[in-house]
């Protein structure tokens, strides 16, 4: 399709009527859903006939989310800017609806890895946190990243490896940074740089301060209490999208609502399957739905024995499958 006033952009930002969005010349407007793009379910009216202008089959089933690329329509007569379809997506982070696909809402979209942020101690880590962001991403089918930031403050890199090091023997990625004493930010910086990722940790782990140490210009603020005014909310899953400063571009989505693992509806069965070590010892279980705790013949458990699998994470496992299944936790 060429249209000589149309040109495609990356959602930014925005919630109901107007949404920012950055053009591939890197412009940043504004641009309003059409009525017709929001509604069109399908390519028809109510009474049968076609609709002259409806939003490609692909994207009518979906809600706008940051991330998306969209096809802008630009009205010659006001010089308003109207977002005219969405474009096919690569990935998603997306809240499941209990029992299947429909509702979801997607956090979001062109994701290409989730960035998981803790620091090595103020605030103290939370481990079994952090798993639950991990599987969050793999329930995405998105690949996962690790930054352990103010490594300074427990001794330096190895200090902090030598605790942590058990999500690099799983496969995770990790990095151990400071921004205070400038450790570990190149490689972090490359890792991000002409990429989406999706940005997450708990509040004051220094998430702000690395992007800025890393990106020149960006100048995020540092050291607020950005989302905690929101909490519990579910409006607070409403993400936004940095342009990364840099020749490489790149984006880095803030996603809050990451945090509440427990509004993401993963399906308990398939909780095994999001944490990648346990995934070799799955079809070795004596029963096929085999819960991995009491059942005899299981073969997860028999592995956390031998001490193939960790422990700790393997209490996470059971602790987030209680959740799950409706028994509050005990922590
Ligand atoms: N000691 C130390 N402090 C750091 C380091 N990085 C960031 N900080 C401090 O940690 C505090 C919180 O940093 P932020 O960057 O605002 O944290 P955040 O993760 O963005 O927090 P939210 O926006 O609330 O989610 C600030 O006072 C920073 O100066 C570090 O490497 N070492
Ligand atoms: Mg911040
Ligand atoms: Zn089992």
């Known amino acids: 399709m060429t249209d000589a006033h149309s ?9 109901g009527g107007i949404w920012r969005v950055r ?10 859903l059409r009525g017709r793009v929001k509604k069109a379910n399908s390519g028809r009216r109510a009474d049968g006939s076609l609709r002259r202008d409806t939003i490609s089959s692909a994207a009518s089933t979906l ?3 940051v991330g998306d690329r969209v096809r802008l329509d630009r009205d010659e007569a006001d010089g308003a800017t109207a977002i005219a379809e969405i474009l096919p997506r690569r990935s998603r982070l997306a809240r499941r609806a ?12 062109n994701v290409d890895q989730v960035v998981v942020v803790f620091a090595a101690a103020n605030p103290e880590p939370h481990p079994r946190m952090l798993d639950r962001f991990l599987v969050i991403a793999e329930a995405n ?9 103010k490594v300074e403050l427990v001794g330096g890199v190895d200090v902090a490896r030598s605790q942590w090091e058990l999500y690099e023997r799983i496969g995770y990625p990790v990095h151990y940074t400071s921004v205070k004493q400038r450790l570990g930010l190149a490689p972090l910086h490359d890792a991000l740089a002409g990429v989406v990722s999706a940005l997450t940790g708990p509040s004051g782990v220094g998430k702000s301060s690395l992007l800025n140490a890393m990106f020149d210009g960006l100048d995020l603020r540092v050291g607020e209490i950005s989302e905690s005014v929101n909490k519990g909310r579910h409006t607070t899953v409403g993400a936004y999208l940095h342009p990364l400063p840099g020749a490489d571009g790149g984006y880095v989505a803030d996603t809050p609502g990451l945090r509440e693992v427990g509004m993401w509806a993963l399906s308990p069965t398939e909780l095994d399957q999001c944490f990648p070590e ?12 085999c819960r991995h705790s009491v059942e005899p013949g299981c073969a997860v458990r028999e592995a956390v024995e031998r001490g193939e699998v960790n422990q700790a994470r393997y209490e996470s496992f059971i602790k987030l499958r209680d959740e799950l299944e409706g028994n509050p936790p005990s922590w």
């Not at 040109?7 to 919630?15: A, D, N, P, Y």
């Not at 209990?98 to 979209?109: D, F, Q, T």
């Not at 346990?278 to 739905?289: I, S």
């Open 63 to 65: 809600k706008l989310a």
């Open 278 to 289: 346990l995934r070799p010892f799955l079809d070795g279980c004596r029963f096929g739905d």
């Open 98 to 109: 209990p029992g299947g696909g429909h509702g979801e809402r997607v956090v979001a979209a």
């Open 7 to 15: 040109e495609v952009g990356v959602v930014l930002s925005g919630t």
């Open 23 to 32: 053009r591939d010349d890197h412009e940043i407007v504004d641009a309003s």
């Open 141 to 149: 089918d998105l690949r996962a990243r690790i930054v352990i930031n």
